[in-house]
């Protein structure tokens, strides 16, 4: 198990690029299973919730091979063996229920254990059982796994019970191969979504409104291969650094951050009083998403007149809400967090206080920041949730000292090389082993 050794205080400087999307690659591998024959993304992040999909997908009968630094050979013979499936890997993420979707298309019945990933509490599956079964899909929930069976498959127009992403995502790729016409009302558009339906369209699928709130998918017969399919850029990653450079009062450019997916989080950080400044947009790789480079210069800072919360797209993402921790205790003033999503993410918030930080703990989703304070070295254990414990790494890189932050896997599960590229940029951490 490896562990981090942090000596902060340190300023940042130059520029840092953004990596690929966590969530969009792990959408877009589980659609691979629903694709024959060969398929090749390019722009993989290499972390390690995409490990664990690859290991769950290759133990289904995949052949899956690193071709490059960042490149996936991705062969599919048609022959999906759920008799295989790595119980363990498929424990360690929730990426896993992107199966009930891909799988739907090739397997008129299956079953899927309990998925793991980040411990945040009750995170109901009914949005996805209930927009499948809109679909003529039928799950059963048992103690320790889903059982799902193609009844009557048939296109449907229904309104999704939450604008979830995932179960978003799961109906488009199951009424990709479902005969007739689907409208989703109240789809979620967010990036990962708008990835995974730019694949599939390229894939052969006919999705459409996929910047818009209402899909509509023609179902078709089968997907065809893709070839050198780019992932976009991580705008979670992007706001990560953005933290980071705030926190350590540093001027530093992020580069290549999907601005469509940032504007509200950059809006709220103007009103705070945080100086920037947005390069002309340009085009992500696989040419579907403008991005730009975003220059972070140290400022004074004041706490938001309103309390701050995540939405669904296109409010300010529920993955970025926590990266504001760090920044709302730099700012004068006191501020209200409700992460209303999550049961237990609020409480990990507090872990910051052995940082020096002021944050009161109200309810299980609620708390107040007080600010502005000073950071202070300390000796942490990551909690099991990725944000919470990037958060304290960034508090960390802001305490003039040493800390020591144990159990980097949570954050290593959606930062590829995060030591190495903020240590290119002025950061002094060593990555050790237990």
Not at 48 to 70: A, D, P
């Amino acid at each position: 198990m490896s562990y981090f050794s942090i000596n902060g205080g340190k300023k940042l400087n130059g520029s840092i690029k953004v990596n690929a999307c966590k969530n969009s690659a792990v959408a877009i591998l589980c659609a691979t299973a629903m694709i024959k024959g060969e398929t090749t993304l390019t722009n993989v992040p290499v972390i390690e919730e995409v490990k664990r999909i690859i290991e769950v997908l290759s133990s289904l009968g995949l052949q899956i091979t690193w071709t490059g630094e960042h490149e996936l050979k991705i062969i599919n013979d048609g022959n999906i063996a759920l008799e295989n499936l790595n119980q363990e890997s498929f424990a360690r993420t929730r990426s896993g229920l992107l199966l009930f979707g891909s799988l739907c298309g090739v397997k008129e019945s299956f079953s899927l254990p309990k998925s793991g990933g980040c411990q945040l509490g009750k995170r109901t599956v009914n949005p996805h059982l209930l927009a499948l079964e809109h679909l003529g899909v039928k799950i059963t929930e048992t103690a320790e796994a889903y059982n799902v069976t193609k009844e009557n498959p048939q296109g449907a127009e229904f309104v999704m019970y939450e604008s979830g992403d995932t179960a978003t995502e799961n109906a488009i790729m199951a009424a990709s191969l479902i005969n007739g016409r689907t409208i989703i009302h109240f789809a979620s558009s967010n990036y990962m979504v708008r990835d995974l339906g730019y694949f599939l369209n390229q894939a052969g699928a006919k999705i459409s409104g996929l910047d818009s709130f209402k899909f509509t998918i023609d179902g078709v017969e089968k997907l065809e291969p893709v070839k050198n399919y780019p992932i976009m850029p991580d705008p979670i990653e992007a706001m990560t650094l953005i933290s980071i450079a705030i926190a350590t009062k540093s001027e530093l450019t992020v580069v290549g951050c999907p601005i469509d997916f940032l504007r509200l989080e950059l809006e709220k950080l103007r009103i705070m009083g945080q100086q920037f400044k947005l390069s002309e947009s340009y085009k992500s790789d696989n040419g579907f998403f403008d991005l730009v480079d975003i220059t972070i210069i140290p400022s004074e800072l004041t706490a938001l007149p309103d309390k701050i919360y995540g939405s669904p797209y296109p409010g300010l993402n529920i993955d970025n809400l926590p990266l504001f921790l760090p920044i709302l205790t730099q700012a004068s003033g006191q501020t209200l967090v409700h992460d209303w999503v999550y049961e237990n993410r609020a409480i990990y918030y507090t872990e910051l206080n052995n940082l020096g930080a002021n944050i009161s703990l109200l309810d299980p989703y609620r708390v107040i920041v007080s600010g502005p304070t000073k950071f202070k070295p300390a000796e942490i254990i990551c909690p099991p949730a990725l944000r919470p414990s990037i958060n304290l790494l960034t508090c960390m890189l802001a305490a003039p000292g040493k800390s020591i932050l144990r159990n980097a896997y949570p954050i290593e599960r959606g930062y590829e090389s995060i030591t190495e590229r903020l240590n290119a940029i002025g950061a002094d951490i060593a990555k050790l082993e237990e």
